[in-house]
């Protein structure tokens, strides 16, 4: 058995890493030594997602060592984002965004976007698979008698990560030299972080409760909806509901604040170049936080220092408004709105620019809005709140106010007793905790499988000329098929051609929870969203030549570890297993 | 190879270049010979001065103290000095808490007295006796003026091979 559980938040801007020794109750978050400046390694509570490919004679020899690795190819975490700001073209950032991008295919060298001919690019899988590594080194340093691979080890995803983005985080575990690592969702960390610091959990929620848990991360927004029941004496937690993926986060609202700061400069005729927008940008974030307070000043100084060795007389003055800062925040990312409020949907282009798919309204109270609705008009009893752009008492209450106007019965909010001291590092927290849990110490969330999962089948209506064929979808995995279990179809024949791949269209749902495995939906409609197709081919016979047509029937399977896995099943017992195929998403797109 | 020619081409090369000809080396078996051991590798020559030189570098790159103590600010209004001050001020001050760690010499609060040993004159490191100080230089107390500094832990990073005395890199933007 492990020695430790290890839990990790890959976020899209900073990540973390909680332990717990497997025998003792206290979960205690890792310090990962990484670059702060070129040629010191120092020690900080997060890393940050951020990954820099130096040039060839960027750094003195033996700036960039690490204890564990003296001549790194790239850069990961503080020291990357701060030569990134100086050199944009080098630097890899929010690579977690591009895993699940419908776009792109994440396992091909996209990123950085902008970088100049020359620089050879990396994949959002690598710059995953880089970061983790970083975390497993630095782990490995500090604990040579426990190395990471020995331990059991949970990695969190935003709950609105669909079954590719899922596998490729795994992928990029596995290829780091991770051992099996368990997927979690990172609301449900967020809920368990709170139930491991407030022991009398159960005298705070009861029977019949329904807890809403908005997590607003640097780059995404996750909602889940946790049902508390009551199964002969004992109370269950269940996950019953969670939201569709959405890029907007604590990233977008600092731009947002930086975007005005900057307005307000270009006012006064003062132009800032890259260098010191970014300046402004850490400004204007320090600022939000301080107006957003309570008992906030009525405006907060920015000072951008003048570039070049005149300081002092270049140093540019501005004042940022705390009712300038409400408006901007609390109107364009928390309006008040109706609980039938509809978030703006994309205009597609007809052909989508390569990037990242953020979403086309900011309000997050209308996409609040839409999830309570499609999860059956659901009025939740409490709220957890996570992530640093919640720690802003103003956009906490506006949630509130929000969310008590949509219904009679008020919501109560799940509080951390120490809940202003860490909602940044809460999920790694709450993984640890999860970890423990499995294995029989703590309380478990029950919850599965987070949407319905089904397989486009061509309807056999006569094709018309220059149309597809029109589609079908059978469900092959039902809503919260849990850890551990499986399901059959074996009403349902697919002929499979042996040395030939085979492709699935593959589809899910997070709005459709009640479908059974098997069920056939008639029209793919806007309630589906399609995912990469998944394949399988059958190995040819050995001599290459003999043609045969295997009928099959599908089998998914939802693994302890959370991962979703579709085989095909033979009559006579022989399984292939089905792969997704990120590329073909990717053309599709 | 002759004999001569064999004597001739050692002689010279052991001469100006203190090896064997490789020809020669190889026709009397030689050649198995262990090259001689690589000079030890070089250990970066640290001078006291190069630890002065970082903290310099360091308070530059993270506040930009080099350039404010530089700079002419007797012609900027007071509070354009006063904007500037604050931004370098704080990012000094956390720079300077992560490389060094400050105490008070003496805990105590300024103004209210503070006991000596009368006995023997205070270690003159630690403590400075000013004002109508005793021919004996021993005092049995007085009033704490200053609490003094003292750095209690030092961190900071081994100086590898750059070049300390360059304080801050010359930056030339690509357009």
């Known amino acids: ?97 591009w895993l699940s991008n419908q776009a792109s295919d994440p396992t091909q060298p996209l990123l950085p976007l902008s ?109 889940t909806l946790i049902s508390v029941t009551d199964q002969g004496g004992e109370m269950q937690l269940e996950r019953i509901a969670v939201g569709d993926h959405l890029l907007l986060g604590g990233d977008n609202m600092d731009l947002a604040v930086a975007r005005f700061a900057e307005q307000q400069f270009a006012e006064k005729g003062t132009k800032l170049d890259a260098l010191q927008f970014h300046a402004l940008w850490q400004q204007g974030r320090a600022a939000k936080e301080v107006l957003l307070a309570e008992d906030a000043p009525a405006s907060q100084a920015l000072t951008i220092l003048g570039r070049g060795s005149g300081l002092v007389g270049g140093t540019i003055k501005g004042k940022i408004a705390r009712d300038d800062i409400r408006q901007l925040i609390l109107e364009g990312f928390f309006p008040i709105v109706p609980a039938d409020a509809v978030p703006q949907r994309n205009r597609r282009a007809a052909l989508l620019e390569v990037g990242l798919n ?19 008009n659901a009025k939740p009893t409490h709220l957890l709140l996570n992530g640093g752009v919640l720690q802003s008492s103003a956009i906490e209450q506006r949630l509130f106010e929000v969310l008590n106007s949509w219904q009679k019965n008020g919501v109560v909010e799940l509080k951390n007793d120490t809940k202003r001291a860490d909602l940044m590092h809460a999920v790694a927290h709450g993984a640890a905790y999860y970890g423990k849990a499995r294995t029989g110490k703590g309380v478990r969330i029950r919850g599965g499988v987070p949407r319905t999962y089904y397989v486009g089948i061509e309807s056999s209506l006569p094709a018309v000329p220059g149309l597809a064929a029109p589609m079908k979808a059978l469900a092959v995995v039902p809503f919260g098929l849990e850890e551990g279990s499986k399901v059959e179809l074996p ?18 749902s997070v709005t459709r ?37 295997v009928p099959v029937t599908l089998e998914s399977y939802v693994t302890e570890t959370g991962m979703l896995e579709l085989w095909c099943v033979a009559a006579d017992g022989r399984r292939w297993k089905l792969e997704f195929n990120v590329r073909e998403r990717a053309a599709a797109a | 190879m002759s004999r001569i020619s064999a004597a001739f081409s050692s002689f010279f090369s052991l001469l100006f270049s203190g090896v064997l000809p490789e020809s020669v080396a190889t026709q009397f078996g030689y050649m198995k010979m262990k090259p001689a051991a690589a000079p030890p ?101 007085g009033t704490l003026r200053h609490r003094g500094w003292q750095a209690t832990s030092v961190n900071l990073p081994p100086i590898g091979k750059q070049d300390v005395s360059i304080i801050a890199p010359a930056e030339i933007e690509i357009e």
Request: aromatic share 6%; no cysteine; proline share 6%.
């Open chain 1, 1 to 97: 058995m492990s020695q430790y559980i290890i839990g990790i938040d890959l976020g899209t801007t900073n990540s973390a890493l909680a332990f717990a020794e497997a025998d003792s109750p206290e979960v205690t978050l890792f310090p990962i030594a990484q670059l702060a400046n070129a040629g010191e390694v120092a020690e900080f509570d997060l890393l940050a997602s951020s990954l820099y490919l130096p040039g060839e004679k960027e750094f003195v020899e033996g700036a960039l060592a690490l204890p564990w690795n003296p001549q790194p190819s790239s850069i990961v975490g503080r020291f990357a984002r701060i030569r990134g700001v100086e050199n944009a073209g080098r630097l890899v950032s929010s690579a977690k965004s």
């Open chain 2, 41 to 141: 590798p070089e250990t970066p020559k640290i001078k006291i001065t190069d630890g002065a030189l970082q903290m310099l570098q360091t308070l530059q790159r993270d506040a930009r103290l080099v350039d404010f103590l530089m700079e002419d600010i007797a012609g900027y209004a007071d509070d354009q000095v006063g904007a500037a001050v604050r931004s370098v001020h704080a990012d000094a001050k956390a720079s300077l808490a992560r490389h060094v760690t400050l105490a008070p010499v003496i805990d105590g609060v300024e103004g209210t007295n503070h006991k000596l040993d009368g006995g023997k004159a205070p270690d003159p490191n630690r403590i400075k006796l000013i004002g109508n100080v005793p021919a004996s230089g021993k005092a049995p107390g």
């Open chain 1, 513 to 549: 929870r009640s479908d059974a495995a098997g069920f056939m939906l008639d029209e793919i409609n806007d309630s589906l969203e399609e995912l990469a197709p998944m394949e399988v081919l059958l190995p040819p016979h050995a001599d290459g030549q003999r043609e045969e047509i």
């Open chain 1, 115 to 223: 970088a100049p001919e020359g620089v050879a690019k990396i994949s959002p899988l690598e710059a995953s698979r880089q970061y983790l590594l970083h975390l497993r080194s630095a782990w490995d340093q500090a604990h040579a008698d426990a190395k990471l691979a020995q331990q059991t080890v949970l990695i969190t995803v935003p709950a609105s990560f669909d079954a590719a983005a899922r596998d490729l985080t795994q992928r990029a575990a596995k290829l780091a030299g991770y051992p099996e690592v368990t997927i979690m969702e990172e609301p449900q960390a967020a809920f368990y972080a709170w139930i491991e610091r407030n022991p009398d959990w159960r005298e705070r929620v009861k029977p019949g409760d329904l807890i809403l848990v908005v997590d607003i991360g640097g780059g995404t927004t996750d909602f």
């Open chain 1, 358 to 376: 953020y979403a086309a309204d900011a309000a997050v109270t209308k996409h609040l809005a839409q999830f309570l609705r499609n999860a059956g």
């Open chain 1, 491 to 508: 009403q349902r024949k697919f002929a499979l051609v042996v040395g030939e791949p085979a492709e699935f269209r593959f589809f899910s």
